[in-house]
Nanobody, 124 residues
Framework: VQLQASGGGLVQPGGSLKLSCTAPGFTLENWSIGWFRQAPGKEREGVSCISSRNERIYYAEFVKGRFTISRDNANLTVYLQMNDLNPEDAAVYYC??????????????????WGQGTQVTVSS
């Protein structure tokens, strides 16, 4: 299984983007899903994670109040709405899963099944 992230692009500082995560050929409604990002020369870091029934939602401190994770299980998609973007948010964004309904931590040590990410560029 490889999760597919899409929706990235070029945006000006202060702008917004909405990323989507799907699992072509699979249903992700029973999986916890996490959004992670990796900037050049940096490690992949957790941005936001959500359990299968929304019982638990995690946000990294650096995105609280700006990003919102949500899931549409009917359409088998998990979204990341990103508002008030700044240049420090520029990175390749990936979505991953634990393969389980819940997650012990929003960490790339427990999430996996990465697919190709989507590039987010924030620049004026």
């Amino acid at each position: 299984v490889q999760l597919q992230a899409s929706g990235g692009g070029l945006v000006q500082p202060g702008g917004s983007l909405k990323l989507s995560c799907t699992a072509p050929g699979f249903t992700l409604e029973n999986w916890s899903i996490g959004w992670f990002r990796q900037a050049p020369g940096k490690e992949r870091e957790g941005v936001s994670c959500i359990s299968s029934r929304n019982e638990r939602i995690y946000y990294a401190e650096f995105v609280k109040g700006r990003f919102t994770i949500s899931r549409d299980n009917a359409n088998l998609t998990v979204y990341l709405q990103m508002n008030d973007l700044n240049p420090e948010d520029a990175a390749v964004y990936y979505c991953g899963t634990t393969g389980q309904p819940v997650f012990p931590a929003c960490s790339n040590t427990v999430f996996g099944w990465w697919g190709q990410g989507t590039q987010v560029t924030v620049s004026s």
